[in-house]
């Protein structure tokens, strides 16, 4: 069972996908996310890449965020996101139905947090990271949220660890959690 934690629509359960084509987050690793971050979501733009049930980008509107895109390739996960937003009565959140890459190319925005939790199968975290920078998709001192499988999210890679300083790392369960930070 999904459900808001806190802020505005505190306690709504959220529907989810059935089956296992989603992984939804586990209800502690989002509370470490937001308890991290609990002063810097007021009125900030957020992006939550690979929305599944959407249930991070609503946690950080009913906290107070400002605005939320919400973005998946799924037809069926873009519907049980827009039903969340129903259920929530919560404004400001905009589902898109697109590829991860095309969005960014496309968007023309930029963010204040940014929440990442692709297919671990995939292993592109990278790739959306040297994205989010080609395409000026953050603002300065932008956060970047990160869920993999993975245990070193930069694997040496001198770009991103000059662009980033790592808030937080921790294991959850079956997951890695990685909160970054865009360096000005």
């Known amino acids: ?3 808001i934690i ?3 629509a505190k306690g709504v359960r959220l529907d989810s996908l059935p089956g296992d084509s989603t992984r939804p987050t586990m209800e502690r690793t989002k509370e470490a996310v937001f308890s991290s ?3 810097q979501i007021q009125g900030c733009s957020v992006l939550d890449l690979f929305a599944g049930s959407g249930q991070m980008g609503l946690e950080a509107l009913s906290r107070g965020a400002a605005k939320a895109d919400f973005v998946d390739c799924s ?3 873009c519907g049980i996101v827009r039903r969340n937003l129903e259920k929530t009565k919560l404004s400001g959140g905009f589902v898109y139905r697109s590829d991860w890459k095309a969005f960014l190319y496309g968007a023309g925005r930029r963010y204040d947090l940014v929440y990442l939790d692709p297919p671990f199968s995939m292993h592109i975290i990278r790739d959306i990271l040297h994205t989010l920078l080609d395409y000026d998709s953050l603002n300065p001192g932008a ?3 990160c869920e993999t499988d993975y245990d070193n999210l930069f694997e040496g890679d001198a770009e991103l660890e ?4 790592v808030k937080k790392s921790a294991h959850y369960s079956f997951c890695r959690l990685f909160i ?3 360096r000005e």
């Open 162 to 165: 000059e662009r980033f300083d």
């Open 143 to 145: 956060y970047v949220v």
């Open 180 to 182: 970054l930070q865009r």
């Open 1 to 3: 069972m999904m459900r």
């Open 37 to 39: 971050l609990q002063y």
């Open 6 to 8: 806190t802020g505005k």
């Open 75 to 77: 037809e069926d996960a």
